[in-house]
C-alpha cells in the first residue's frame, strides 16, 4: 500500500466512517502472484469466495486470471444461487447442505443449467442429495469432502479441522460406489483442504520454539497428505470415475499444492487481501503477497494523552479467541490496542504514540485478522487505484444477502 497517513486523510475526506478500502493496486498484484503460481504447477485457481464478499471484486479475479482461473468455491448453497443470478457458473459448494431449502436451491440451479456441486462426506447426506434430484429429474453434482487433518500417536493427536469422517480411500471409494448407484445424483469431484498446512501461521513474534514446531509439523503434514490424496485420486480413476475435479490447497499451501499431491485444481482467497493473520506466515509466497483490505474508522473522542478513541470497530474474527483475531491498527504507525478494552462494539481506545497527529474527526486506518469477514461489517468498497477512489463495489451485505 503506497497511501500514508496523510494520503488516506485526504482519500476519505467527506467519506461517511466507518469505511471499507480496497487498494486495487495491491489486489491486481496478488492476484498476478496466485496465478503465476498455479501456471507453473499445471493447475487452475478456484477462487473461495468466503475470503471476498464483493462479486466486483470475484469478477475481477476471474477477468485478470484468465484461463488460469476456474469457476468459484462458494460456503453457502444460498451464496451460489446469488452468484449465479450475478452470470457466475461453476458452481462448488465447500460445505455439505442439509436443510430443505438449500437442497431446493441445489435442484433449482442444477434444472437451471448452473454448473452446481455440493460438498458431501456421508450416505445419510448422499440419500437425502439422491432423493432431492431424483423427484425433481435431475442428478445433483456432489464433491466427496476428505479430511486432510494429520494424526499422529496412532489418532490420539489430530492436526487440522473437523470436517469430513472420510479419511483414506477405502472410506471415500465406498461413498464414490453408493453415488454411483443411486438416482438423482452424481459425482463431480473431491475437495481435500488441507487447513494445517494452509491456515496455520508459523512466523509468531516472540514464539522461535513454535514457529519451529509448527513448520516441521507443515512440512510433514504437506507429505502425508499429498501422498494419501494421490492415492485417493488414483484409486477413484482405476475404478473408473471421471471427476471434473480434485481440489485442495489455500493461500497459505499454494506454492506446496501440486500435481503430485493429486490434486487438478487448488483455492485460494484470503492472499487477495492478504490479512493480518497472514503476517504470520513464513513461507515466500505469502510474504511477497501485499495488504490490500482495508478498514477506517472516526476518532470522537480525546480521553487523556496519549489515547484517541474511535467510533465502533469491533471486528473481531472468528476462530479460536486470542489476540490474534483482534484488528490490527495499521495507520498512522504505532498505534495500539488497550488490552482492557481491545476493539469495542461501540469504541474502540487506542494508546496513539508521541507526535500522532489524531483529533476528533480523524481517521485510524486497520487491517482485519481475516479476510471476508470484514465486508459483513459494510454495504460497499471504496475501490482505490493511483491514490484515487475509481470506484464503489457492493459487498455482499450492501445487496441485502446474508447468508449465516
Not at 482485519?368 to 484515487?388: D, I, T, Y
Request: glycine share 10%; net charge positive.
Amino acid at each position: 500500500m503506497t497511501l500514508d497517513h496523510e494520503a488516506f486523510r485526504a482519500l476519505l475526506a467527506g467519506e461517511p466512517l466507518p469505511a471499507l478500502v480496497i487498494d486495487l493496486d495491491a489486489f491486481d498484484a496478488n492476484v498476478a502472484r496466485h496465478v503465476a503460481i498455479v501456471r507453473a504447477h499445471g493447475l487452475t485457481l478456484r477462487p473461495a469466495t468466503k475470503s471476498i464478499r464483493v462479486p466486483a471484486l470475484v469478477r475481477r479475479v476471474l477477468d485478470r486470471g484468465g484461463d488460469a482461473v476456474r469457476g468459484l468455491l462458494c460456503y453457502a448453497v444460498a451464496e451460489a444461487e446469488a452468484l449465479a443470478r450475478l452470470g457466475f457458473d461453476d458452481l462448488l459448494v465447500a460445505y455439505p447442505p442439509w436443510q430443505a431449502s438449500d437442497l431446493d436451491r441445489v435442484v433449482r440451479l442444477t434444472r437451471e443449467g448452473v454448473r452446481v456441486s455440493v460438498a458431501c462426506d456421508a450416505p445419510d447426506a448422499l440419500l437425502r442429495l439422491s432423493a432431492a434430484g431424483a423427484a425433481a429429474g435431475v442428478r445433483v453434482a456432489v464433491t466427496l469432502c476428505v479430511d486432510m487433518s494429520l494424526r499422529l500417536l496412532g489418532g490420539r493427536v489430530h492436526l487440522g479441522v473437523r470436517r469430513s469422517p472420510l479419511r483414506d480411500e477405502d472410506d471415500v471409494l465406498a461413498l464414490a460406489r453408493a453415488a454411483a448407484a443411486l438416482p438423482g445424483v452424481r459425482l463431480a469431484g473431491v475437495l481435500a483442504y488441507e487447513a494445517q498446512v494452509a491456515g496455520l501461521g508459523d512466523d509468531n513474534p516472540g514464539e522461535p520454539a513454535q514457529n519451529a514446531a509448527k513448520r516441521w509439523l507443515k512440512r510433514a503434514s504437506a507429505r502425508e497428505l499429498g501422498a494419501r490424496r494421490s492415492r485417493i485420486a488414483q484409486r477413484l480413476a482405476r475404478e473408473g470415475f471421471a471427476l471434473d475435479h480434485v481440489n485442495g490447497g489455500g493461500t497459505g499451501s499454494l506454492d506446496t499444492t501440486t500435481r503430485d499431491t493429486g490434486v487438478t485444481e487448488v483455492s485460494a482467497g484470503s492472499g487477495f487481501f492478504k490479512p493480518a493473520l497472514f503476517d504470520r506466515f513464513a513461507g515466500a509466497h505469502v510474504r511477497a503477497l501485499e495488504p490490500a483490505c482495508f478498514f477506517a474508522l472516526e476518532v470522537t473522542r480525546v480521553p487523556a494523552e496519549g489515547l484517541v478513541t474511535c467510533l465502533g470497530g469491533g471486528y473481531v474474527a472468528s476462530g479460536a479467541p486470542g489476540a490474534d483475531k483482534l484488528p490490527l491498527p495499521w495507520l498512522p504507525p504505532g498505534l495500539a490496542l488497550l488490552a482492557a478494552e481491545g476493539a469495542g462494539e461501540v469504541q474502540t481506545p487506542l494508546r496513539a504514540p508521541p507526535g500522532a497527529a489524531l483529533g476528533r474527526g480523524s481517521p485510524v486506518v486497520f487491517r482485519h485478522a481475516k479476510a471476508g469477514e470484514v465486508c459483513e461489517r459494510f454495504r460497499e468498497a471504496l475501490l482505490v487505484s493511483g491514490g484515487r477512489i475509481v470506484d464503489r463495489a457492493p459487498t455482499y451485505r450492501g445487496l441485502g444477502h446474508c447468508f449465516f
